[in-house]
């Protein structure tokens, strides 16, 4: 079984600064691709930002020379580093890895999700 934990959301004023942390634990052979999704009220879900094993990194127009996706690959963890916020960055977060695990002796890729953080930035 995997857990993944989100944490470091909270309420921001306009301008400031966040910065979100997700490990994954568990019976994990390695993690590919993580990344962290966005869902706002009434809207769907959406990539913020994803980084691969090797390093190489993914971002919504959105954020882009606003936020900065890191990882610690020896801690099965994930960083966001959030500056220059927004009201519309309001949302709550959710933290995504795609582990893979042996299962019956076969290798398997699960997409794992966190429950969220909340991030509210007020104007």
């Known amino acids: 079984q995997v857990q993944v934990v989100e944490s470091g959301g909270g309420l921001v004023q306009a301008g400031g600064s966040l910065r979100l942390s997700c490990a994954a634990s568990g019976s994990i052979f390695n993690i590919n691709t993580m990344g962290w999704y966005r869902q706002a009220p009434g809207k769907q879900r959406e990539l913020v930002a994803s980084i691969t094993s090797g390093g190489s990194t993914n971002y919504a127009d959105s954020v882009k020379g606003r936020i900065t996706i890191s990882r610690d690959s020896a801690k099965n963890t994930v960083y966001l580093q959030m500056n220059s916020l927004k009201p519309e960055d309001t949302a709550v977060y959710y933290c995504?890895?795609?582990?893979?695990?042996?299962?019956?002796?076969?290798?398997?890729?699960?997409?794992?999700w966190g429950q969220g953080t909340q991030v509210t930035v007020s104007s």
């Open positions: 995504n890895a795609r582990t893979a695990r042996y299962v019956l002796g076969r290798l398997y890729e699960y997409n794992d």
